[in-house]
């Protein structure tokens, strides 16, 4: 049975003239709905039991197994608040459930939970690229991994396709053992090795 992960919001007004920016409003917090909050999240799930998600859904209260830092420590609050979203892209893209705690430990690296952060310091953001949302991804490679649909800047920093991209990307340019080694705590960020 697949979970939807549901807004909380009455409704949504989104604003998608050229150049502006697509965001839900701030408030807008997605839910597991209350019918299946009495079994968590385990790190065996099957594909059918992930949560769904759109580009609408926002941050929620996480209703899955403990999750731990893999250096030991734990996440931000700012951090978890994802998780739940993180776990539908995840199914998405196949990605086992056990690698959240990996992923989540490179949003807290990147962005700390913020889908609105730009990095502009780097050499990526010199060269007219910044990071930005959570996953800290740029401009090209965004639109060159973005889920169908959703190939526009604007959604850069939407968080559902930010992180869609994201493991899109990781997927395909490093392979499952990237996920393995964000789950060892090696938050190299996107390079190899």
Do not use: C
Not at 145 to 168: C, D, E, H, M
């Amino acid at each position: 049975m697949s979970r939807r992960i549901a807004l909380t919001a009455a409704a949504v007004t989104l604003s998608v003239s050229a150049g502006a920016a697509v965001m839900p409003p701030a408030h807008a917090a997605a839910t597991v709905p209350a019918e299946n909050q009495a079994v968590p999240f385990s790190k065996n799930l099957k594909w059918s039991e992930y949560p769904t998600a759109d580009w609408q859904t926002r941050d929620s209260r996480w209703l899955g197994f403990k999750l731990r830092h893999p250096s030991g420590g734990k996440f931000y609050p700012e951090v978890t608040r994802w998780a739940n979203l993180v776990l539908a892209v995840m199914g998405e893209h196949r990605v086992p459930a056990k690698f959240l705690p990996g992923i989540l430990a490179q949003i807290q690296q990147e962005s700390s939970g913020n889908p609105y952060a730009v990095n502009r310091w780097d050499s990526n953001a010199a060269a007219g690229h910044p990071s930005k949302g959570l996953l800290q991804v740029i401009a090209p490679t965004y639109r060159a991994y973005a889920k169908p649909g959703y190939t526009s800047i604007r959604f850069q920093t939407v968080p559902y396709t930010n992180i869609w991209a994201s493991l899109n990307y990781v997927k395909d340019r490093y392979g499952m053992r990237k996920f393995t080694l964000w789950n060892k705590g090696h938050n190299q960020g996107y390079y190899l090795r």
